[in-house]
């Protein structure tokens, strides 16, 4: 494969858009598939780009003779995985003020395991700038959710204000390469094509009513968490190739013989007993022996190592943990060094935001999923970072919130609490029991009160009674 085809600017994936009255014609699909062709070089070279298939590998070939190392130092999969672990190392929590709501959202998340689909869905966002989440009915009519990359499916939307979404295109290629296949999924439904023509008797109702697919998105400009650094990380690669090949010419280097001829048998004898001895002369003195090497550049080298990682954190503003100064900061010097990562979280936590909303709004258009298509409009959504906690001081912060907010906002300063609605219940419950014991407790101690004054009264009148009989 020739390099220069590996050499941007690829087309970056801004919105496909139609007009709104245009009809949904294969001819029409056909054109919006040619298009997002013409951006697929871009995505397959970020994927390779996170898996480590990085350009040195496609370099020419050096001479058989000459060292030819090939290495790949893989940050954008680092950075990448740094990011998601801070940032989302903690699942997303969603609450919904209504009990019998929440209970419904949590059976929909705990059913499609929303934990790891939206951890690997928010990887794809992070490797192509914006990913897709596709819904479906099982055979059960449960709503289901399956992650696409932007590879396999893309969305095409009104050239209006409002910017709807018209018409989404999930596609591919059968094993030969030579057939598409795929399916158009519209507001009010859905049709499957094979080749350029739909396939006959495919068409069948969309029961969310809305185009059942919706774009996660890393910015506006949908690019990918590490596409900044791209070129620095090819560059950092060259040189550090360069690099090994300098040591493994020096390993390789000539031995240089001036003024004496030494036979094979001489050569041999001072590569295997390492022992070089030449006589025969009277001149010994003029008589020298040294190694060829190349002039080394290593300080150079070492100076633009530096200088690019330092640039590659610095742009893609993604911290690096391993550098020793990280580990020995303090709590404030720790949140100043992991600001500039925190930022980068925080505003895409916003695109996150919309997308979730629009996922469970799909998930109200099936009114066999909930009765109020509108519930989805009060899901509260927390979003935690991952970063070293000190309980005690939550602890002390929680004490000191007593009597001053409610019971809710008290607990949801404790990390160690996942879902404070669920802990309420959990203390609401144990109060319950202890005051049941309590009672249960007081009513033996007064039972145990009345029975020794009974029997203290009987006494007592029993003793009356004998002092008058004597009286008498």
């Given at each position: 494969m020739n390099i220069t085809e590996n050499k941007r600017p690829y087309k970056l994936p801004e919105p496909l858009y139609c007009e709104p009255d245009d009809e949904i014609t294969m001819e029409l699909v056909n054109k919006y598939i040619r298009l997002h062709e013409e951006r697929l070089p871009r995505y397959r070279y970020l994927e390779n780009l996170y898996k480590g298939f990085h350009n040195i590998f496609m370099q020419?070939?050096?001479?058989?003779?000459k060292p030819d190392n090939r290495l790949a130092v893989n940050f954008p999969k680092y950075i990448t995985d740094i990011f998601l672990g801070f940032g989302y190392g903690i699942p997303?929590?969603?609450?919904?003020?209504?009990?019998?709501?929440?209970?419904?959202?949590?059976?929909?998340?705990?059913?499609?395991?929303?934990?790891d689909h939206e951890f690997e869905l928010i990887k794809n966002v992070c490797k192509f700038g914006h990913a897709?989440?596709?819904?479906?009915?099982?055979?059960?009519?449960?709503?289901?959710?399956?992650?696409?990359?932007?590879?396999?499916?893309?969305?095409v939307y009104e050239n209006t204000l409002r910017k709807k979404a018209r018409f989404a295109v999930r596609y591919g290629y059968d094993d030969s390469g030579a057939t598409k296949y795929g399916e158009v999924l519209e507001c009010d439904k859905i049709r499957e094509f094979k080749g350029d023509i739909f396939t006959e008797n495919s068409e069948k109702p969309n029961a969310y009513g809305k185009i059942p697919i919706v774009e996660w998105v890393m910015n506006e400009e949908r690019m990918s968490l590490f596409e900044s650094i791209a070129g620095l990380t090819e560059v950092?690669?060259?040189?550090?190739a360069e690099k090994a090949n300098d040591v493994d010419s020096f390993s390789e280097a000539y031995l240089?013989?001036?003024?004496?001829?030494?036979?094979?048998?001489?050569?041999?004898?001072?590569?295997?007993?390492?022992?070089?001895?030449?006589?025969?002369?009277d001149n010994a003195k003029d008589i020298l022996v040294q190694f060829l090497t190349k002039p080394t550049a290593d300080d150079t080298q070492e100076n633009l190592l530096d200088r690019m990682e330092a640039l590659i954190h610095k742009i893609s503003m993604i911290i690096d943990i391993s550098n020793e100064n990280f580990g020995n900061s303090t709590g404030e010097a720790l949140a100043h060094k992991l600001l500039p990562t925190s930022n980068v979280v925080k505003f895409f936590n916003r695109k996150i935001e919309k997308s979730l909303k629009k996922r469970y709004k799909l998930f109200c258009c099936i009114p066999a999923n909930i009765a109020d298509k509108n519930a989805w409009e009060d899901i509260e959504f927390k979003f935690s970072e991952n970063?070293?906690?000190?309980?005690?001081?939550?602890?002390?912060?929680?004490?000191?919130l007593e009597g001053v907010t409610s019971k809710?906002?008290?607990?949801?300063?404790?990390?160690?609490?996942?879902?404070?609605?669920?802990?309420?219940k959990k203390i609401k419950k144990e109060e319950d029991e202890a005051r049941k014991e309590a009672e249960k407790i007081s009513s033996g101690i007064l039972g145990f009160g009345a029975a020794a004054n009974k029997a203290a009264t009987?006494?007592?009148?029993?003793?009356?009674?004998?002092?008058?009989?004597n009286e008498q």
């Open positions: 020419p070939e050096k001479e058989n003779w997303i929590k969603k609450h919904h003020p209504d009990k019998a709501t929440n209970e419904v959202f949590k059976d929909f998340d705990h059913r499609n395991g929303i934990v897709f989440e596709y819904f479906y009915q099982d055979e059960e009519a449960h709503t289901r959710v399956a992650r696409n990359t932007p590879i396999e499916a893309f969305v950092f690669n060259k040189t550090i240089v013989i001036l003024g004496a001829e030494v036979d094979d048998e001489g050569i041999y004898r001072i590569r295997d007993n390492r022992i070089i001895n030449m006589y025969g002369t970063l070293p906690k000190n309980i005690k001081n939550e602890a002390e912060t929680a004490k000191s809710e906002t008290q607990l949801s300063v404790l990390s160690i609490v996942d879902d404070v609605s669920e802990e309420i009987t006494e007592e009148n029993s003793a009356t009674e004998e002092g008058l009989n």
